[in-house]
């Protein structure tokens, strides 16, 4: 008996222990067929990137019902729709993956006639992309960089706002990159002059020199606890997103806190609205593309994500100072796929992070 | 005429093993042999490149790291794990004890994590209490370390070593040890040469429980781990999310198991020998 219980035990510990390892992001339910009179349209997008209150309103104002499901990368939302799951109408991919499907023919092209609030799309923006060249495909929603976040209550004041600040001695084992080769490659890329997007491979291993000698400085390569570490005060100086930075930092910890976009540009995103070929509900998509780029539904959106606008009056009824501009990435570059090249970055990546 | 209930009972239990343990097995072997797709995914072609790409130095320097991180964290938690389970076994209040070690199980395994981050943080608790009480001028990083990794498994696996230790040195029969000491042995040399291979076959359940989980773990180097505390098991999370080379993901894993396997037969082995 005693066996028993004690064989339970530790099976139950067992248990809990395998149960942490396991940390399931997928929130998704995969749409069902609905033949009620109500139109739906299903919408499949990054976690937490539209305010809850834009869909619903969105839903009021029209009538129907969007079904959102969420993913949190692009790979675990490009296996599912090539697995043929979904019957999704709209996904928002970034850059790379937006030229990746139209290679793999999964996109239908977008009729701007039916979205005149295309226009709204700052075309300085629009020059910029290079993934899908006068946007034939994608309607662009958000665009971002990493940065550097910077705890100015132990890092005096004046420093350089350049991705040099993690090659300085005086901040060793206080600073952390992320664990993305894109991120880490393109602050080395852009500190040399070079594009993000190289196919050259001699400015590559350039480049691995340069993160080499960060990794010297650095406690860690971390694209997931690094924000709870900066937090906590255990790290001063950190790579990251600023969305991801500023959501562990209560109001009175973000006043001590400088995040800037370094001076010599960093690997930008672009998260873009793209209609499948396979959609059902194409009409209600353009209807929601054109809703989202109004310009006070817009306003609402950056204002929630604190991302720059990419809509231009929006800016203007805006009512949250974003936590970067869109000046500050005038030397950035898109990232976008690399295709053959893949393999060489990887084999750099790697590397880096784990030796030759 | 007698039925035969024999293949009723193993049912479930063989259903279960080629469910999920053989038929998950075959499709790593079959996933390392094949290529990789462009964009994650294999093609049905044979190929032995994710074989040849294991072939180099840095994934030889992960396997050794792997190696040295789990040994020695098993050999610490065996080595902690016999005196708390002697204790317990020989106290009046085992039940208790032993419930005592279960507790901690009951909150998440990440958060366990975290808590270790938050003691031994550079603004940490420890950290703190050194510098408040004068003992240290300047924090030091406790964290982000080989140490810090082996530390954390071995809180957070400990149990496993402790149970099957426990169980063993409670059915050992104490007056052999009496009887050792009569004649004239010291009670550390009576416990060593009476009691120890006795419950020889507790300890190696507290070795393979201990070390097959060390050896693939991933989620502690990921959290506490620092630049070059890179284990087998963060190279195919990397391999299988960002690089997306199923292949070579799945040849590392057929690796991890070969190793561990043929590691686990071999230690059987020899100790079957020597109980003969």
Same mark, same amino acid.
């Given at each position: 008996?005693?066996?028993?219980?004690?064989?339970?035990?530790?099976?139950?510990?067992?248990?809990?222990?395998?149960?942490?390892?396991?940390?399931?992001?997928?929130?998704?339910?995969?749409?069902?067929?609905?033949?009620?009179?109500?139109?739906?349209?299903?919408?499949?997008?990054?976690?937490?990137?539209?305010?809850?209150?834009?869909?619903?309103?969105?839903?009021?104002?029209?009538?129907?019902?969007?079904?959102?499901?969420?993913?949190?990368?692009?790979?675990?939302?490009?296996?599912?729709?090539?697995?043929?799951?979904?019957?999704?109408?709209?996904?928002?991919?970034?850059?790379?993956?937006?030229?990746?499907?139209?290679?793999?023919?999964?996109?239908?092209?977008?009729?701007?006639?039916?979205?005149?609030?295309?226009?709204?799309?700052?075309?300085?923006?629009?020059?910029?992309?290079?993934?899908?060249?006068?946007?034939?495909?994608?309607?662009?929603?958000?665009?971002?960089?990493?940065?550097?976040?910077?705890?100015?209550?132990?890092?005096?004041?004046?420093?350089?706002?350049?991705?040099?600040?993690?090659?300085?001695?005086?901040?060793?084992?206080?600073?952390?990159?992320?664990?993305?080769?894109?991120?880490?490659?393109?602050?080395?890329?852009?500190?040399?002059?070079?594009?993000?997007?190289?196919?050259?491979?001699?400015?590559?291993?350039?480049?691995?020199?340069?993160?080499?000698?960060?990794?010297?400085?650095?406690?860690?390569?971390?694209?997931?606890?690094?924000?709870?570490?900066?937090?906590?005060?255990?790290?001063?100086?950190?790579?990251?997103?600023?969305?991801?930075?500023?959501?562990?930092?209560?109001?009175?910890?973000?006043?001590?806190?400088?995040?800037?976009?370094?001076?010599?540009?960093?690997?930008?995103?672009?998260?873009?609205?793209?209609?499948?070929?396979?959609?059902?509900?194409?009409?209600?998509?353009?209807?929601?593309?054109?809703?989202?780029?109004?310009?006070?539904?817009?306003?609402?959106?950056?204002?929630?994500?604190?991302?720059?606008?990419?809509?231009?009056?929006?800016?203007?009824?805006?009512?949250?100072?974003?936590?970067?501009?869109?000046?500050?990435?005038?030397?950035?570059?898109?990232?976008?796929?690399?295709?053959?090249?893949?393999?060489?970055?990887?084999?750099?990546?790697?590397?880096?992070?784990?030796?030759? | 005429?007698?039925?035969?209930?024999?293949?009723?009972?193993?049912?479930?239990?063989?259903?279960?093993?080629?469910?999920?343990?053989?038929?998950? $097995?075959?499709?790593? $072997?079959?996933?390392?042999?094949?290529?990789?797709?462009?964009?994650?995914?294999?093609?049905?072609?044979?190929?032995?490149?994710?074989?040849?790409?294991?072939?180099?130095?840095?994934?030889?320097?992960?396997?050794?790291?792997?190696?040295?991180?789990?040994?020695?964290?098993?050999?610490?938690?065996?080595?902690?794990?016999?005196?708390?389970?002697?204790?317990?076994?020989?106290?009046?209040?085992?039940?208790?004890?032993?419930?005592?070690?279960?507790?901690?199980?009951?909150?998440?395994?990440?958060?366990?994590?975290?808590?270790?981050?938050?003691?031994?943080?550079?603004?940490?608790?420890?950290?703190?209490?050194?510098?408040?009480?004068?003992?240290?001028?300047?924090?030091?990083?406790?964290?982000?370390?080989?140490?810090?990794?082996?530390?954390?498994?071995?809180?957070?696996?400990?149990?496993?070593?402790?149970?099957?230790?426990?169980?063993?040195?409670?059915?050992?029969?104490?007056?052999?040890?009496?009887?050792?000491?009569?004649?004239?042995?010291?009670?550390?040399?009576?416990?060593?040469?009476?009691?120890?291979?006795?419950?020889?076959?507790?300890?190696?359940?507290?070795?393979?429980?201990?070390?097959?989980?060390?050896?693939?773990?991933?989620?502690?180097?990921?959290?506490?781990?620092?630049?070059?505390?890179?284990?087998?098991?963060?190279?195919?999370?990397?391999?299988?999310?960002?690089?997306?080379?199923?292949?070579?993901?799945?040849?590392?894993?057929?690796?991890?198991?070969?190793?561990?396997?043929?590691?686990?037969?071999?230690?059987?082995?020899?100790?079957?020998?020597?109980?003969?």
């Amino acid at each position: 008996m005693k066996k028993l219980s004690l064989l339970l035990l530790s099976a139950a510990a067992l248990c809990l222990s395998v149960q942490g390892c396991s940390d399931s992001k997928k929130e998704e339910q995969a749409p069902s067929k609905d033949k009620s009179a109500e139109q739906k349209l299903f919408v499949y997008n990054w976690t937490y990137y539209i305010p809850d209150q834009v869909v619903r309103d969105f839903e009021k104002a029209y009538n129907v019902k969007v079904v959102y499901d969420m993913y949190a990368s692009n790979e675990e939302m490009f296996t599912k729709l090539k697995a043929g799951g979904g019957g999704y109408d709209l996904v928002f991919p970034s850059g790379d993956y937006v030229s990746i499907m139209i290679k793999e023919n999964m996109l239908e092209p977008i009729d701007k006639n039916k979205m005149p609030n295309f226009v709204n799309i700052d075309p300085a923006v629009l020059n910029k992309i290079n993934f899908d060249t006068g946007n034939k495909y994608s309607v662009p929603y958000m665009m971002g960089a990493a940065g550097v976040a910077v705890n100015t209550k132990e890092v005096p004041a004046g420093f350089d706002k350049s991705w040099s600040i993690f090659n300085r001695d005086d901040l060793k084992g206080r600073m952390t990159m992320l664990d993305d080769m894109r991120e880490v490659l393109g602050a080395a890329l852009k500190s040399l002059g070079y594009s993000v997007n190289t196919k050259n491979v001699e400015e590559l291993k350039k480049a691995k020199d340069l993160v080499k000698q960060w990794k010297s400085k650095i406690v860690k390569f971390d694209a997931e606890s690094f924000a709870k570490g900066f937090a906590a005060g255990d790290f001063l100086v950190v790579q990251g997103y600023a969305e991801n930075v500023f959501l562990e930092l209560d109001e009175e910890a973000k006043k001590n806190v400088s995040f800037f976009i370094p001076k010599e540009g960093s690997a930008m995103y672009m998260d873009s609205m793209v209609l499948l070929k396979n959609a059902k509900n194409k009409e209600l998509a353009y209807t929601f593309m054109n809703y989202i780029h109004k310009p006070e539904v817009y306003a609402q959106v950056a204002d929630f994500l604190m991302l720059p606008s990419i809509n231009v009056p929006a800016r203007d009824i805006r009512k949250v100072k974003p936590n970067y501009e869109i000046a500050d990435l005038e030397r950035s570059e898109f990232k976008e796929d690399l295709g053959d090249m893949l393999k060489d970055y990887n084999q750099i990546w790697q590397e880096i992070i784990v030796g030759e | 005429m007698r039925k035969n209930y024999g293949p009723i009972y193993v049912a479930p239990i063989a259903f279960w093993l080629i469910a999920f343990l053989s038929v998950p $097995l075959l499709i790593t $072997l079959s996933y390392s042999f094949m290529e990789k797709g462009l964009y994650g995914g294999v093609e049905l072609k044979f190929s032995l490149a994710a074989y040849k790409s294991l072939l180099n130095t840095a994934v030889l320097k992960v396997l050794l790291n792997t190696i040295v991180i789990a040994v020695a964290s098993t050999a610490i938690m065996v080595a902690l794990a016999l005196p708390t389970a002697y204790y317990i076994a020989r106290s009046p209040v085992k039940n208790l004890l032993l419930m005592l070690i279960i507790i901690p199980f009951w909150t998440n395994f990440l958060i366990r994590i975290y808590a270790w981050i938050a003691i031994l943080g550079s603004n940490g608790l420890l950290n703190s209490f050194l510098i408040s009480t004068g003992l240290l001028d300047e924090h030091i990083q406790f964290l982000y370390n080989r140490y810090a990794i082996i530390l954390v498994i071995i809180y957070t696996t400990i149990p496993f070593a402790i149970f099957p230790l426990y169980s063993t040195i409670e059915k050992f029969d104490f007056s052999l040890i009496e009887a050792a000491m009569d004649l004239g042995a010291s009670k550390f040399r009576a416990l060593w040469l009476v009691m120890i291979p006795n419950i020889r076959s507790g300890i190696t359940t507290a070795i393979l429980f201990t070390f097959i989980p060390t050896f693939g773990n991933f989620a502690v180097p990921q959290l506490v781990g620092g630049t070059d505390s890179w284990m087998l098991g963060n190279l195919i999370v990397r391999e299988l999310n960002i690089t997306r080379n199923w292949p070579l993901a799945s040849s590392i894993s057929v690796v991890l198991t070969s190793v561990t396997m043929i590691g686990v037969l071999f230690f059987m082995r020899s100790q079957s020998k020597k109980e003969l």
